[in-house]
């Protein structure tokens, strides 16, 4: 899909009604940017999250994340969280890189996730 914006990307430039001196270096950055990118996250490894039920200690990588948050907009999710270091890290996951049966898994992992209990009680 992102091999996609290599060709897109400069043919969407030149049909624009940019100058030609200007469209046509503009599309080769273009094109250049794109087959970096691509290159780049193909080679990107994958990362194994795991969210365990109630308040436990979810892991990416084997390692302990902290403030783990999940945002959806339509089919798009978007994960934040903070590693071991305090590092913000996140990941993105659309339609093509994750099912449909693993977007609804992970939904419900993070709605059971905000419904557990602190254990805190404000009964006295």
């Known amino acids: 899909m992102l091999w996609s914006l290599v060709v897109l990307a400069p043919l969407s430039l030149i049909a624009s009604d940019l100058p030609r001196a200007v469209a046509w270096p503009l599309a080769v950055a273009a094109t250049a940017w794109a087959i970096i990118d691509a290159r780049r996250y193909r080679s990107m490894a994958v990362r194994q999250l795991t969210i365990p039920a109630g308040r436990g200690a979810a892991t990416c990588d084997g390692e ?3 403030g783990l948050r ?8 978007f994960l934040h969280w903070r590693d071991g270091r305090g590092r913000r890290r996140h990941a993105s996951f659309w339609p093509d ?5 693993l977007r609804r898994e992970l939904k419900l992992a993070m709605q059971q996730r905000e419904a557990a209990p602190d254990g805190a009680s404000v009964a006295g």
């Open 97 to 101: 890189t994750l099912p449909a049966a």
């Open 64 to 66: 302990r994340i902290d």
């Open 70 to 77: 999940a945002h959806w907009r339509g089919p798009l999710g």
